[in-house]
């Protein structure tokens, strides 16, 4: 059973925006805290950003601080991920995650993640 998908993923130059969401199919899914992975080949998946179960409270990467904001959909079981000033380095398979526990802050980076989606591919040119 699929329970997250992710879209909106693609091509785009660097300095451009773009908007990946993803959808949960239990609604479940508002009351976990949710975040959001990366993964380029031939490395390891990294923490990109996380928001609570609220809202009330995001986590970001160094990397990203301040291009990237994370937010929570208004049915609770959508999370997008909008992404500004795309560098090529952002070139990943991004995934959303869910985790059963709540966390604030930095925690929401460290907090075990129980459910995964299959991943969008964005890819940013030079």
């Known amino acids: 059973q699929v329970q997250l998908v992710e879209s909106g993923g693609g091509l785009v130059q660097a300095g451009d925006s773009l908007r990946v969401s993803c959808a949960a199919s239990?609604?479940?899914?508002?009351?976990?805290?949710m975040g959001w992975f990366r993964q380029a080949p031939g490395k390891e998946r990294e923490f990109v950003a996380a928001v609570s179960r609220t809202g009330g409270s995001t986590y970001y990467a160094d990397s990203v601080k301040g291009r990237f904001t994370i937010s929570r959909g208004n049915a609770k079981n959508t999370v997008y991920l909008q992404m500004n000033s795309l560098k090529p380095e952002d070139t990943a398979v991004y995934y959303c995650?869910?985790?059963?526990?709540?966390?604030?802050?930095?925690?929401?980076?460290?907090?075990?993640?129980?459910?995964w989606g299959q991943g969008t591919q964005v890819t940013v040119s030079s």
């Open positions: 995650a869910a985790s059963r526990r709540d966390a604030t802050f930095q925690a929401l980076g460290v907090i075990p993640y129980d459910y």
């Open positions: 239990n609604r479940a899914f508002s009351n976990y805290a």
